[in-house]
């Protein structure tokens, strides 16, 4: 089983800020590191209705959010583009926390804890 998860939102060739994630959720004792976008709203639609998923992890929109959707906890990770708010997450799903960190000024910075 899955207790916690590093998620990645869009990385936009930020090679640089990609190193720095990376190295910081490797010592986070995490069980995956994704990156995901869902490309399809309809594919949403059918998530929110299956009673059998109650996590999403996804991207691409380059903000940062945890959403319940009737049912389904939409999590997304935000982006690494250094011209939007660059920062990544550990999903923590035996805290049942989501902890969000922002990269500024070349360092990481404890952000949002935002519950499951």
Do not use: C
Not at 19 to 44: C, E, K, M, N, P
Not at 76 to 85: I, S
Not at 103 to 110: E, F, K, M
Request: hydrophobic share 45%; net charge negative.
């Amino acid at each position: 089983m899955l207790a916690r998860i590093g998620a990645l939102g869009d990385i936009h060739a930020e090679d640089e800020s990609l190193v720095r994630a990376l190295s910081f959720l490797r010592g986070q004792r995490l069980d995956a590191i994704v990156a995901y976008t869902l490309r399809w709203l309809t594919a949403l639609t059918e998530l929110q209705r299956d009673p059998d998923v109650a996590l999403m992890l996804a991207g691409h929109t380059h903000e940062r959010m945890v959403r319940k959707l009737e049912g389904l906890t939409a999590i997304n990770a935000g982006t690494l583009h250094r011209d939007g708010a660059p920062g990544f997450l550990v999903v923590d799903l035996e805290a049942r926390a989501v902890l969000a960190y922002d990269l500024r000024d070349g360092a990481i910075h404890p952000a949002e804890r935002y519950p499951l």
